[in-house]
């Protein structure tokens, strides 16, 4: 594999990683204020089909990417009502709301659509179309650093450049802030706030608009950025490996990025990898690459490389005494 | 006066969740009005396609038997404090050893054919979920999260097998079919008031089954043992009780429980294993456990209405094309939100309304004396 083989390589890990990424902080804010999301795969998917059903009645993919952002912070909501007011089992209102997503999405694009559960084809300026940087041809002439800056830092849609500047926000927000300081403190010892004279119920309510806001955008990039129409089931369990990231990164930000953009390596590489002989072990099944994010995940979990401690009060409804 | 009771028994354990099961099935029909179709029409349908006839009834008993074992696999774990998602990925690989022994002994006759099948498949059912089961109690890994990714490294592992292994040339990554001579009976073949539908041996097993967990969860030594544990991990320590034994006991159960569904699905009817065989059925056991509140006769309802669901949504298809058969999907995702997760939605309502009741009666009480 040369120079040029590797770029185009790493082009598609950052847009295997970008939904993951977004999807990955989304549950950052939602379990560092004590609230354990499941249910990120399914925020994602119906954000997805809002996305594209929107887009493709209006001709706007900007309204597409409104009502994404709706749906999804809706559904939060729904797991906001369940676990913060109702304090219910927060991993069972996640699996509720895959399938309601799941469901749900077929039920309304078949009724419209007509199509079987997806949604008809986007045109390409109806679609988040991909920016050029300045100057990206004439740097491109330049050795080495031309391509990667014309072929891999230029030429993305906006929201990949959203979701990485996002883990700097992210990361200011939590360590800077007053209020990343209290969402920190909420998913560790709620009491300690609450004592303070902080409401549990408003941040943890914050966070989870915060979460639902970026599901949804990560749901419209698969639908409108990265593909140009909804399919049933289409983020096919990358929520579930944004879980998984979320536990590798060990709830920090900037680990957030390093994981995800690792698990998009593994996503890029699985198709290009498919019957490549390698050298002493042989061709290595696409399967092994596909289940590595998840491997990884378990080893991490159990301690055997480092340690991953989520957030105290994770999962444990607040009830504030009276 | 509207004081707040605690509830009768009877109102958590079966109002409730019939509450719960109607607003599921009323905000599914307003979903259906909203499309134009009729709902009345809809749900008479549904409920025609569950059990309208015996063929159609041994579809759903047929369902109800897969849930009954994935909800046990959730149940069991529950009571020992343990939160068992895995119940897809259990099922899936336990496929794999069920049909190994199927396929190997169907030259036979279907007794053996069964017994293997059921040994296989609840070997390596119990093995997939007593490795999450042992990192939670040795490594302090949380099992929510190692089953869930166990249910992707399964699905992983699973289509490497289906497509490389045990793979049938020329077939898309299934096994080949097990040969006449090895094939379960179907009830239908002893009552034609079945048909041909698809209800099989296994739903015996599958009412054994909900009497051996109930046995097993009440009436034993190591009932108690896990109950102790997932009421008080605490007292459990103190009364000499290994946690970590009595984890990856009840796990391995769980996953051999779950692992049945193989011999029900895919030995029984499909006769062969297909990739993603599971379709779904590992996670609706979790709906099963919550609304059957974990108990076998719980359960064994709330199997029952999943079946039925799962059965009508494919006749609603066949005979309402206009309504998506996902209507049915929508319909679990809100039975499980309401009854698993909304659970105190109606709680406080009930509280006053039963709270009235008492205290009316209660002064009446006092009147005549």
Same mark, same amino acid.
């Given at each position: 594999?040369?120079?040029?083989?590797?770029?185009?390589?790493?082009?598609?890990?950052?847009?295997?990683a &970008?939904? +993951?990424? +977004?999807?990955? +902080?989304?549950?950052?804010?939602?379990?560092?204020?004590?609230?354990?999301?499941?249910?990120?795969?399914?925020?994602?998917?119906?954000?997805?089909?809002?996305?594209?059903?929107v887009?493709a009645?209006?001709?706007?993919?900007?309204?597409?990417?409104?009502?994404?952002?709706?749906?999804?912070?809706?559904?939060?909501?729904?797991?906001? @009502?369940?676990?913060?007011?109702?304090?219910?089992?927060?991993?069972?209102?996640?699996?509720?709301l895959?399938?309601?997503?799941?469901?749900?999405?077929v039920?309304? *694009?078949?009724?419209?659509?007509?199509?079987?559960?997806?949604t008809p084809?986007?045109?390409?300026?109806?679609?988040i *179309?991909a920016? !050029?940087?300045p100057?990206?041809q004439?740097?491109?002439?330049?050795?080495?650093?031309?391509?990667?800056?014309?072929?891999?830092?230029?030429?993305?849609?906006?929201?990949v450049y959203?979701?990485?500047?996002a883990?700097?926000?992210t990361a200011?927000?939590l360590?800077?802030?007053?209020?990343?300081l209290?969402?920190?403190?909420?998913g560790?010892?709620p009491?300690?706030?609450d004592?303070?004279?902080?409401?549990?119920?408003?941040?943890?309510?914050?966070?989870?608009?915060?979460?639902?806001?970026?599901?949804?955008?990560?749901?419209?990039?698969?639908?409108?950025?990265?593909?140009?129409n909804?399919? !049933?089931?289409?983020?096919?369990?990358?929520?579930?490996?944004?879980?998984?990231?979320?536990i590798?990164?060990?709830?920090?930000?900037?680990?957030?990025?390093w994981?995800?953009?690792?698990?998009?390596?593994?996503?890029?590489?699985?198709?290009?990898?498919? *019957?490549?002989?390698?050298?002493?072990?042989?061709?290595?099944? &696409?399967?092994?690459i596909?289940?590595?994010?998840?491997?990884?995940?378990?080893? +991490?979990?159990?301690?055997?490389i480092?340690?991953?401690?989520?957030?105290k009060?994770?999962g444990?409804?607040? @009830?504030?005494?009276? | 006066?509207?004081?707040?009771?605690?509830?009768?028994?009877?109102?958590?354990?079966?109002?409730?969740?019939?509450m719960?099961?109607?607003?599921?099935?009323?905000?599914?029909?307003l979903?259906?009005?909203?499309?134009?179709?009729?709902?009345?029409?809809?749900?008479? #349908?549904?409920?025609y396609?569950?059990?309208?006839?015996? $063929?159609?009834?041994?579809?759903?008993?047929?369902?109800? %038997?897969?849930?009954t074992?994935?909800?046990?696999?959730?149940?069991?774990?529950?009571?020992?404090?343990?939160?068992?998602?895995?119940?897809?990925?259990?099922?899936? #690989?336990?496929?794999?050893?069920?049909?190994?022994?199927?396929?190997?002994?169907?030259?036979?006759?279907?007794?053996?054919?069964l017994?293997?099948?059921?040994?296989?498949?609840?070997?390596?059912?119990?093995?997939?979920?007593?490795?999450?089961? $042992?990192?939670?109690?040795?490594?302090?890994?949380?099992i929510?999260? %190692?089953?869930?990714?166990?249910?992707?490294?399964?699905?992983?592992?699973?289509? $490497?097998?289906?497509?490389? #292994?045990?793979t049938?040339?020329?077939?898309?990554?299934?096994?080949?079919?097990?040969?006449?001579?090895?094939?379960?009976?179907l009830?239908?073949?002893?009552?034609?008031?079945?048909?041909?539908?698809?209800?099989?041996?296994?739903?015996?097993f599958g009412?054994?089954?909900?009497?051996g967990? $109930?046995?097993?969860v009440?009436?034993?030594?190591?009932?108690?043992?896990?109950?102790?544990?997932?009421?008080?991990?605490?007292?459990?320590?103190?009364? =000499?009780?290994?946690?970590?034994?009595?984890i990856?006991?009840?796990?391995?159960?769980a996953?051999?429980? /779950?692992?049945?569904?193989?011999?029900?699905?895919a030995?029984?009817?499909?006769?062969?294993?297909?990739?993603?065989?599971?379709?779904?059925? =590992?996670?609706?056991?979790?709906?099963?456990?919550?609304?059957?509140?974990?108990?076998?006769?719980?359960?064994?309802? /709330?199997?029952?209405?999943?079946?039925?669901?799962?059965?009508? =949504?494919?006749e609603?298809?066949?005979?309402?094309?206009?309504?998506?058969?996902?209507?049915?999907?929508?319909?679990? /995702?809100?039975?499980?939100?309401?009854?698993?997760?909304?659970?105190q939605?109606?709680?406080?309502?009930?509280?006053?309304?039963?709270?009235?009741?008492?205290?009316?009666?209660?002064?009446?009480?006092?009147?005549?004396?």
């Amino acid at each position: 594999m040369g120079f040029e083989d590797i770029i185009p390589l790493l082009n598609s890990s950052i847009r295997f990683a &970008v939904p +993951l990424l +977004l999807a990955c +902080l989304a549950g950052l804010y939602s379990e560092r204020s004590g609230i354990v999301d499941i249910g990120l795969e399914g925020k994602m998917l119906g954000a997805a089909f809002a996305a594209a059903a929107v887009a493709a009645l209006t001709g706007d993919v900007w309204l597409g990417m409104l009502a994404a952002i709706g749906v999804s912070i809706s559904m939060s909501m729904i797991h906001a @009502v369940a676990s913060i007011n109702l304090r219910g089992n927060q991993v069972i209102s996640g699996v509720a709301l895959n399938f309601l997503a799941l469901g749900g999405t077929v039920f309304i *694009g078949h009724s419209i659509f007509k199509r079987g559960g997806t949604t008809p084809n986007l045109a390409k300026d109806e679609r988040i *179309g991909a920016i !050029e940087l300045p100057l990206a041809q004439e740097i491109g002439q330049v050795p080495v650093i031309g391509p990667i800056y014309e072929q891999l830092i230029s030429g993305h849609s906006i929201i990949v450049y959203f979701a990485f500047l996002a883990v700097p926000i992210t990361a200011w927000v939590l360590m800077k802030t007053r209020f990343g300081l209290r969402l920190r403190a909420v998913g560790e010892n709620p009491k300690a706030l609450d004592t303070a004279g902080i409401s549990v119920f408003l941040l943890r309510y914050q966070a989870l608009v915060i979460t639902g806001i970026l599901c949804g955008i990560a749901g419209a990039y698969l639908s409108t950025a990265q593909g140009a129409n909804f399919s !049933e089931n289409m983020t096919a369990g990358r929520g579930f490996i944004a879980l998984a990231a979320l536990i590798f990164a060990k709830w920090k930000p900037w680990n957030a990025l390093w994981t995800c953009l690792l698990f998009g390596v593994l996503s890029a590489a699985q198709i290009r990898l498919q *019957g490549v002989e390698f050298p002493i072990i042989g061709e290595v099944p &696409v399967q092994v690459i596909q289940a590595a994010p998840y491997v990884l995940t378990v080893i +991490l979990l159990a301690g055997f490389i480092g340690r991953a401690v989520p957030p105290k009060a994770v999962g444990q409804p607040y @009830v504030k005494e009276r | 006066m509207s004081a707040r009771q605690p509830l009768p028994k009877w109102a958590t354990n079966i109002l409730m969740p019939a509450m719960n099961v109607l607003l599921a099935l009323f905000v599914g029909g307003l979903a259906v009005a909203v499309i134009g179709e009729d709902p009345i029409e809809a749900m008479r #349908v549904l409920a025609y396609g569950a059990f309208g006839s015996g $063929y159609n009834l041994g579809f759903t008993l047929h369902y109800a %038997t897969s849930l009954t074992f994935t909800g046990l696999a959730v149940a069991i774990a529950f009571h020992a404090g343990l939160f068992n998602i895995g119940g897809e990925g259990q099922a899936y #690989v336990a496929g794999l050893g069920a049909i190994m022994m199927a396929l190997w002994l169907d030259q036979t006759h279907w007794v053996f054919v069964l017994i293997g099948a059921t040994v296989g498949a609840t070997t390596l059912g119990a093995i997939w979920a007593a490795i999450p089961g $042992y990192l939670q109690a040795k490594r302090g890994s949380h099992i929510v999260i %190692t089953t869930i990714m166990f249910n992707f490294i399964a699905s992983a592992f699973m289509s $490497y097998m289906l497509a490389q #292994v045990i793979t049938n040339p020329g077939a898309n990554a299934e096994t080949r079919t097990i040969a006449e001579t090895g094939r379960i009976p179907l009830l239908s073949e002893y009552f034609v008031f079945f048909k041909h539908s698809p209800v099989n041996i296994m739903l015996i097993f599958g009412i054994l089954a909900l009497i051996g967990v $109930y046995i097993l969860v009440w009436r034993t030594k190591l009932g108690f043992k896990i109950r102790t544990l997932g009421m008080n991990p605490d007292a459990a320590r103190y009364a =000499g009780i290994s946690a970590v034994s009595i984890i990856v006991i009840t796990m391995a159960i769980a996953g051999a429980l /779950a692992g049945m569904m193989a011999v029900n699905e895919a030995v029984s009817v499909q006769k062969r294993l297909v990739v993603g065989y599971v379709q779904g059925f =590992g996670f609706i056991g979790i709906a099963v456990a919550f609304m059957g509140r974990a108990h076998p006769v719980g359960i064994a309802l /709330a199997a029952i209405l999943f079946g039925a669901l799962y059965q009508g =949504g494919v006749e609603l298809a066949f005979v309402m094309p206009a309504v998506p058969s996902e209507l049915v999907v929508v319909i679990q /995702a809100l039975v499980i939100l309401f009854s698993g997760a909304m659970d105190q939605m109606f709680k406080p309502v009930l509280e006053r309304v039963f709270g009235a009741f008492r205290t009316r009666s209660s002064s009446t009480e006092t009147e005549e004396a």
